[in-house]
């Protein structure tokens, strides 16, 4: 769900990010590359996960009041191949993310809560991956989920693929925090998920394939960090690319590429490569550091560099600025 700033600057940003080119798909006909999503029912792509069943299979969904489903995108063709849709958990109020455990589940986060942080619980809804993709009626599992210090805006939920353990990231224009879940959720009881490390405004995250680098983007760039036993070590920025409204992150299952995506109709998901990865899934090395956002970068990356994306991003963050500001002196008139 769209925030005040969002929506009140989605004018304007769509304009400068279309100052820059837009990135190019890829017609090879290979997976896992930069594609464009046709599905005309997926107008508000939220998340993203990359299934480790199917190859060059993504999961995504839309944002809100769309209903329990869940859709499976082919990145050769941008073609849905499969709509699931969850039975046996309440209406949706915000989905805002999906992930794909190492126990082989989906773990989709109805965690959106922008009326002031005022919803006293939200949902994560699980269901097996499918092993075959086709139209079908899955029973779902709904934990009930509250944060320790109060509730929260968010829009990040992230499964560690060795430990499990799932992870959710605040969303604030001041700063958000970053989550940690009980060791298993459980249906018995409200899961209680506990601050532990604080990261800045967070639309989406994904953590590598070995579970050594957690990257979260927002609205005009991407950090990666380094993770271990639960906690964030250090950070460095990631490249990106500059989207109409940049929701969403996933790794390549080989964890070779991130993959970022935006909302919209026929949005556009864009592949950075990772330097050095082997293609393996095993290699933690980390996305390009220079942080400037640009279109999907690198050899078979599906798109090409964005001639000036330095100038946009700056023209960007300088209007964001300006509607921050804005919305501070709305908020204490």
Do not use: C
Not at 16 to 40: H, K, V, W, Y
Not at 60 to 87: C, F, L, Q, W
Request: no cysteine; proline share 5%; net charge negative.
């Amino acid at each position: 769900m769209r925030s005040y700033l969002t929506a009140t600057g989605a004018a304007a940003l769509l304009v400068l990010a279309g100052a820059a080119a837009a990135p190019a798909t890829a017609d090879d006909g290979s997976a896992d590359r930069s594609f464009t999503i046709e599905d005309p029912r997926i107008t508000e792509s939220s998340g993203l996960a990359a299934s480790r069943a199917h190859p060059g299979i993504y999961w995504t969904h839309n944002d809100s009041e769309d209903g329990p489903y869940v859709y499976a995108v082919d990145s050769r063709t941008g073609k849905t191949v499969a709509t699931i849709t969850m039975r046996g958990v309440g209406a949706p109020r915000d989905v805002e993310a999906i992930s794909l455990g190492p126990d082989g589940n989906l773990y989709v986060g109805d965690i959106g809560d922008n009326l002031n942080d005022s919803w006293d619980h939200v949902w994560i809804y699980r269901f097996p991956e499918p092993k075959v993709l086709k139209d079908a009626t899955v029973r779902a599992t709904q934990f009930d989920v509250k944060y320790a210090d109060g509730a929260r805006n968010a829009e990040a939920l992230m499964v560690h693929p060795k430990t499990g353990r799932v992870y959710i990231a605040s969303k604030n224009e001041d700063g958000g925090g970053l989550y940690e879940g009980p060791a298993v959720l459980s249906t018995g009881r409200t899961n209680v998920f506990r601050r532990v490390g604080e990261v800045p405004w967070v639309t989406d995250g994904a953590f590598s394939p070995d579970g050594r680098e957690l990257v979260l983007r927002s609205y005009f760039s991407a950090r990666g960090y380094a993770f271990k036993d639960g906690r964030l070590g250090a950070d460095h920025p990631v490249h990106a690319p500059l989207q109409g409204q940049s929701e969403s992150v996933t790794y390549t299952a080989d964890g070779s590429a991130l993959m970022f995506g935006s909302e919209g109709a026929r949005s556009e998901v864009v592949r950075v490569d990772i330097a050095g990865a082997d293609g393996s899934g095993g290699d933690s090395k980390s996305p390009s550091k220079d942080g400037g956002a640009s279109a999907a970068g690198g050899a078979g990356g599906g798109g090409s560099e964005m001639k000036g994306s330095t100038l946009v991003g700056a023209v960007v963050l300088a209007a964001v600025g300006a509607l921050v500001f804005m919305n501070r002196r709305r908020k204490r008139g």
